[in-house]
């Protein structure tokens, strides 16, 4: 009886794993990394961290091909592993921000099912642009933001938001002070942080724009611009807002304007900026809505997904 050899790992075995490493980093990062960080862990966690935008750079802008898909696969799972770490951190850091923890947690799956589609591509032997758009966008904002945010170039910039934000708020009420990075209104006393100063929101658009193909730099000069600025002069007002509302009603209301008024402003700021600056470069929503279809491309996980569980709910 003749018998046909069944490779090992199947390519399901395999695709299980983009499920499965992600939750064992996720716990990890739950149970293990409580905050604070040990010391010897914000030691080496640069390591990983830089390795993985480094690999998903070389993925994004070197030649497409075998190599370049693998860089961005490794990139992907090591940077998943650096955000793995930091959901108790940004959970307690930010007086216990259910938001950018759960973020954090949802990332890490997300960045996993990017490894696989680049896997899946991989092993089809197949092309998605939007799969090293995305992988250069990464990168780009990723190396600006952490760069920034680990040399002293965080501290100049935390005192220049800090100023900046205490100016706007004098040019409304009396009574402001500011030692930076500390600005005074009546009770308030508000310490500005580095993710006080919105640059995430500045690389972000910065990382999406920079990597479009077949986009002119005056294009991309215009939709920097239109982006950047705004979102540099609607933090400072964030900022005011947050040590105004402080001072007037007190210490407990805190938590409601940063992380509620804070954090929802900011986000329906940054879908609008994201539909103005599509004005500009469109092509940002051609590599997005690619991205949304990615599910279509029917790999093993999806396959999973419908046949026992879509079917079943069925």
Known sequence: MNTSPTSFPTKNQIAALFVLIPTLFTLLGVFYFQYPLQEWVKTILPLP???????LAFGAFFKESSIAKKS????????????????????????????????SIIGIYVLFYLAYHDWLTLQ????????RWIAGAASIAGLIYFIVDLTPLARILIDIVAVHSAI???????????DAPLIF????????????????????FVGMILPLPHVNTKRKIYGLLI?????????????ASITYLVGEYGDSFFSIAHNYIGKGGSLIAL?????VVAKIVPEIFDEILDLIDLPKQKGPIEQFIETHIWRKKK
């Open 49 to 55: 961290l830089f390795i993985g935008l480094g690999l």
């Open 72 to 103: 961005r696969i490794m990139g992907w799972i090591l940077f998943s592993f650096y955000w793995a770490t930091q959901p108790n951190t940004l959970y307690y850091a930010e007086q216990q921000d259910i938001f950018n923890a759960a973020l």
């Open 124 to 131: 089809r032997k197949q092309d998605n642009y939007s799969l």
């Open 168 to 178: 706007f708020l004098e040019v409304f009420v009396d009574g402001v002070r500011i």
């Open 185 to 204: 209104y009546n009770q308030a006393n508000i310490r500005i942080i580095f993710a006080c100063t919105a640059v995430q929101s500045m690389v972000l």
């Open 227 to 239: 982006t950047i600025l705004p979102i540099y002069v609607l933090n400072l007002i964030r900022n």
């Open 271 to 275: 879908i609008v900026l994201l539909f």
